[in-house]
């Protein structure tokens, strides 16, 4: 509730879903309603594709992240950085700082203890289309992480 009222214009909806039936049928009236134009840095504006993808990350591309996530995080115990993933319908760029644990002690002549955890302090994936549209994903940092836990 504002101060003074709704603001003039305003819908008043309530419930769960805003006064939509169903979870789809809001995102459907959003996706109507709006169009995502993002500034970046102040200094360039990013429009996300037109036919309103969603792309779907899977296993392969979480995978091949944490590939590279573990080559660029080498033996620190902290990271800040981006890893870049090239796929058939997009390219992706995980931008990350992170804070990278490790079991056990190091040993001379032995190498890098693995990766026990790692905690996010900040992340984002990007995905851009072929066309070079940004466009919205469904990545989150859980499976990622059990990506790279894996491969220790």
Not at 77 to 90: E, H, Q
Not at 98 to 118: F, K, N
Not at 124 to 140: H, K, M, Q, R, S
Request: glycine share 10%.
């Amino acid at each position: 509730m504002f101060a003074g009222g709704e603001p003039a214009g305003a819908e008043r909806r309530s419930g769960r879903f805003g006064g939509w039936k169903t979870f789809p049928e809001m995102c459907a009236k959003m996706k109507k309603e709006s169009d995502f134009v993002e500034t970046v840095s102040g200094d360039r504006e990013v429009t996300f594709a037109t036919d309103r993808t969603v792309i779907a990350v899977d296993w392969q591309t979480y995978d091949e992240v944490a590939r590279l996530l573990e080559e660029a995080i080498g033996e620190a115990g902290y990271y800040n950085g981006s890893v870049m993933v090239k796929r058939p319908a997009f390219e992706g760029t995980l931008t990350a700082t992170l804070i990278v644990y490790r079991t056990g002690v190091r040993l001379a002549g032995e190498g890098v203890p693995p990766i026990s955890d790692v905690v996010p302090v900040w992340w984002e994936f990007e995905t851009v289309n072929t066309e070079g549209d940004e466009v919205l994903n469904d990545f989150a940092f859980q499976p990622l992480r059990r990506a790279l836990l894996a491969r220790g």
